[in-house]
């Protein structure tokens, strides 16, 4: 009797321990906090560089393109099945956290790399990495310099508030090699000291360099030296504490990636929502309520593809063979192809 007794006391505190580690499944969660505000509004604020080739600035229409953009883009697609409901704010590198943290945007999307005092002190957090870039060094063709070893004395034109400021000490000083800073608030102001000779060289991320390159004509000519000075996971941004903000954020650029992996496409998306492959099915929202359990619509995703494309259509429409950068996938390829690229799996 006082045996049965134990083993019946046991079970129940069992039972008791499992409801406390895992707690009855949320279907359908309601949208809370930031999440239900921005559904509510209708619209998405979303900032962006507004000056950066192929990754955010207004083309001559006036419409605001680029792969950072499409991020926002597709968001605005998931939340209201549209991708216009975005209103788009250009934000200098000194401006974009102030930005977030006072609410005037939703979510940044604008070359920020993910760094652990972004994490922590400055009050951001983080969805999946967009494009994994490192930061490099251009100089004019005539100076005829092809490493950063050759820049000993060099005066550098920089732009503050960013990632490229300190690491460019860093990775100067690690090496003994003495530079001087030409520090600028302001992207415009760097790249015109560059130009006009001011400075020897111009760091920045190497897809801003590209970029840059791509946009003045005066440095078609300049020469990016081949050193990848450090790791710059670009990511976009939402405030701190916002979890389910977060969640949504982070599924939907999760959601490109599988889409990619499993081949659904901006053209073959009606097609494949009658596939009978489960994990299509999944992804579309076709079977099971992922969508809702992340305060979301089931189709969240069927939406985003349908207007916006996946994640390797975004790249190869602004940074692809048939765009001006020419930017072989290289890191940011799917993991199946060597890069690095992976969504945890939709279940
Ligand atoms: N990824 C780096 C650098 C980002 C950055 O702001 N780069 C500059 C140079 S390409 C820029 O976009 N400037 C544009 C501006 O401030 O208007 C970071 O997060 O700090």
């Known amino acids: 009797m006082v045996a049965l007794c134990f083993v ?6 069992a039972a008791l321990f499992s409801v406390a580690l895992y707690p009855v499944a949320l279907h359908g969660a309601e949208p809370t906090g930031k999440l239900k505000e921005v559904l509510e509004r209708g619209q998405l604020y979303c900032g962006v560089n507004g000056k950066l080739s192929g990754f955010g600035f207004m083309d ?3 419409n605001m393109v680029g792969f950072d953009v499409d ?11 549209d991708p216009a409901k975005v209103r ?14 006072s609410g005037e945007i939703d979510l940044l999307s604008r070359n920020t790399t993910w760094t652990i005092s972004r994490d ?3 009050g951001l957090d983080f969805a999946p990495v967009v494009f994994y870039d490192g930061q490099g060094i251009m100089v004019k063709r005539e100076l005829g310099v092809s490493s950063v070893s050759e820049l000993d004395g060099a005066s550098i034109c920089v732009q503050t508030g960013t990632t490229t400021e300190k690491n460019l000490t860093d990775y100067f000083r690690n090496r003994g090699i003495a530079f001087n800073p030409v520090i600028s608030q302001d992207y415009a102001t760097s790249v015109d000291g560059f130009i006009k000779d001011r400075c020897d060289a111009f ?7 590209l970029a840059t390159k791509i946009k ?6 300049a020469v990016i030296l081949e050193e990848v000075m450090s790791k710059e996971p670009l990511a976009p941004a939402v405030v701190q504490g916002e979890s389910q903000w977060r969640d949504a954020v982070s599924w939907i650029v999760f959601g490109l990636i599988q889409a990619e992996e499993l081949g659904v496409t901006r053209e073959n998306i009606q097609r494949m929502s009658g596939s009978t492959d489960l994990n299509v099915r999944r992804l579309l929202g076709i079977e099971d309520t992922f969508g809702e359990d992340l305060g979301l619509s089931n189709d969240f995703l069927a939406r985003t593809i349908r207007h916006v494309g996946n994640y390797g259509e975004i790249y190869e429409r602004h940074l692809g063979m048939d765009s001006p950068f020419k930017l072989p996938r290289g890191l940011n390829d799917l993991w199946s ?3 690095l690229m992976y969504a945890p799996p939709f279940r």
């Open 8 to 13: 019946a006391a046991l079970c129940f505190a």
């Open 60 to 62: 001559p229409q006036g």
């Open 71 to 81: 991020i926002c883009r597709a968001v605005a697609a998931a939340l209201f099945d």
């Open 88 to 101: 788009f704010t250009p934000l200098s590198a000194p401006q974009r956290f102030t930005a977030l943290q």
């Open 120 to 122: 922590s002190r400055v």
């Open 203 to 209: 760091t920045t991320d190497r897809s801003g360099l």
């Open 216 to 221: 003045y004509p005066e440095l078609a000519d």
């Open 337 to 339: 192809r060597g890069g």
